[in-house]
């Protein structure tokens, strides 16, 4: 089945400063990479996804890019705020089968002032 | 707007008690999940459901139950609870139209078995 490692396990960067979460997966058939974001008290949210025909995805202040070969993928965060603190997993699946999501172990993020 | 809601937020129960987690969406949801999420090892799934009355094992089901008598109600039962099931419980819950993709969590219940 598929194996998804996750890079940092906690992550602290000042705020305006960019953050970098990286993924890599063992199943070269995955085609879909949904990010997700837990804040505290709360259960994890979708925040972007990216599908295997595509190398990057942007949405304002996030992005993920993915490279197929070397079987990894990375959340980027821009000029981080503090409503960015949060726990982020990445995940990763093969859509043509009746497979399930794996997740990522997890990251925590903290934004300082 | 999506909502999963998850009957409690804490709970405290000993060793051996036989504990329901219940979990209720209002999306008209086929699929229907319960993961586990501990430190260090992310998110696990207990189990999953596709419709009602019909129940898959996911990766770590050992110790754990289900029942889905409804569409909307999705329970995870814990037949005889032990100290190594303390843990955040996290349900969801996600439409056909998008099969196993897109879930949508609540908010967790945090279980601490003593």
């Known amino acids: 089945g598929e194996n998804v490692e996750q890079h940092p396990s906690t992550l602290s960067v000042q705020e305006g400063d960019s953050a970098v979460i990286k993924c890599t997966y063992s199943?070269?058939?995955?085609?879909?990479f949904p990010w997700y974001k837990q804040e505290l008290g709360k259960g994890p949210q979708l925040i972007i996804d990216?599908?295997?025909?595509?190398g990057e995805k942007k949405d304002q202040r996030i992005a993920v890019t993915l490279n197929k070969t070397a079987k990894h993928f990375s959340l980027h965060i821009t000029e981080t705020q503090p409503e960015d603190s949060a726990v982020y997993f990445c995940?990763?699946?093969?859509?043509?089968?009746?497979?399930?999501?794996?997740f990522g172990t997890g990251t925590r993020l903290q934004v300082t002032l | 707007d999506v909502k999963v809601t998850q009957s409690s937020r804490y709970l405290v129960k000993r060793t051996g008690e036989k504990v329901f987690l219940e979990c209720v969406q209002d999306?008209?949801?086929?699929?229907m999940f319960w993961y586990r999420q501990d430190p260090g090892l992310g998110l696990r799934l207990i189990y999953f459901?596709?419709?009602?009355?019909?129940?898959e094992k996911g990766d770590i089901p050992e110790g754990y139950s289900v029942s889905r008598e409804k569409k909307e109600r999705f329970s995870l039962i814990l037949e005889s609870a032990s100290t190594n099931q303390t843990s955040m419980y996290l349900c969801?819950?996600?439409?056909?139209?998008?099969?196993?993709?897109?879930?949508?969590f609540g908010a967790g219940t945090r279980l601490s078995v003593l």
């Open positions: 199943d070269s058939a995955s085609n879909y």
């Open positions: 990216i599908r295997s025909n595509v």
């Open positions: 969801a819950s996600s439409s056909w139209d998008s099969g196993l993709l897109f879930p949508y």
């Open positions: 995940a990763a699946i093969h859509t043509g089968t009746a497979s399930k999501l794996t």
């Open positions: 459901s596709y419709d009602v009355k019909m129940k």
């Open positions: 999306m008209d949801h086929e699929n």
